[in-house]
């Protein structure tokens, strides 16, 4: 990855331009049967549309927080890296009443509906799939996203040394994400391009987003993203290790 990356937006460009056709997550639902692969230039498709509805529908601006109640799930690290690409602090399941902006799965709308400002839902289905009946107050995320720019480009220059991420009550700035994503890889098991993790953490803590997204992006890695994994025998467990050619775990 390129040394002078300094936030995981920069990061996911450098990924971008190094290998798009790469895999670079795989998430898996154990509770649905759900398996979704995104290649790098797929994944980053998804991060400039959302990162366009965000700065253009939702009037996004750098140093707004936005509040993310939802899972360890590929939108969510879609998520993650938009709101890295507008400028704007990711709260993971922070305040909804204390942010700009809330983004909630289909199990946290009531107290989603705290925030006083836009909401956006997602119903967390297979390929992506919008609500049966949208939640009334709520932006559906599936039905705003299709129609976004497949490129985006900030209104103003992301500063790396602004507050970036808030997780488990804890500020990083997105060059503070960055230095810590790399600096704990090794001791994930991620040695270069070609790692991959299996990560079965949820996206509440650092180190669950650390090995759930942003260290295997740091260092030119994949991850292989598994939501109620303990609902998976280690029989099968093991299986999926071996076909999805997985090199360290972290559950």
């Keep these: 990855m390129n040394a002078t990356d300094r936030t995981p937006a920069d990061l996911l460009r450098s990924a971008l331009a190094a290998d798009p056709a790469r895999p670079l997550v795989t998430f898996y639902d154990d509770a649905t049967g759900e398996r979704v692969e995104l290649s790098v230039a ?8 959302t990162a366009n509805l965000l700065q253009d529908d939702l009037s996004a601006e750098p140093g707004d927080r936005v509040a993310l109640l939802l899972p360890a799930h590929w939108q969510t690290a879609v998520w993650l890296l938009a709101c890295s690409s507008v400028g704007v602090v990711a709260d993971v399941a922070g305040s909804p009443a204390a942010a700009d902006i809330v983004v909630s799965g289909p199990d946290t709308l009531d107290a989603a509906r705290a925030c006083s400002g836009e909401r956006v839902a997602l119903a967390l289905r297979p390929l992506g799939g919008r609500f049966p009946q949208p939640p009334q107050g709520f932006a559906d995320y599936a039905v ?13 220059p992301v500063d790396p040394e602004e507050p970036a991420l808030i997780v488990a009550g804890r500020e990083f700035s997105g060059a503070e994400v960055v230095e810590r994503a790399r600096a704990e890889a090794p001791a994930l098991g991620l040695t270069g391009p070609g790692s991959r993790l299996l990560s079965g953490l949820p996206y509440d803590t650092w180190e669950g987003l650390a090995a759930g997204l942003y260290a295997p992006l740091a260092t030119g ?29 972290a559950r």
């Design 144 to 156: 705003e996203v299709p129609g976004q720019g497949d490129r985006f480009l900030p209104y103003a």
């Design 221 to 249: 890695g994949s991850v292989v993203l598994c939501r109620h994994l303990d609902r998976l025998g280690e029989l099968s467990l093991a299986q999926r290790v071996e076909r999805e050619c997985v090199t360290a775990t």
């Design 42 to 49: 797929t994944f980053a498709n998804w991060v400039a549309k």
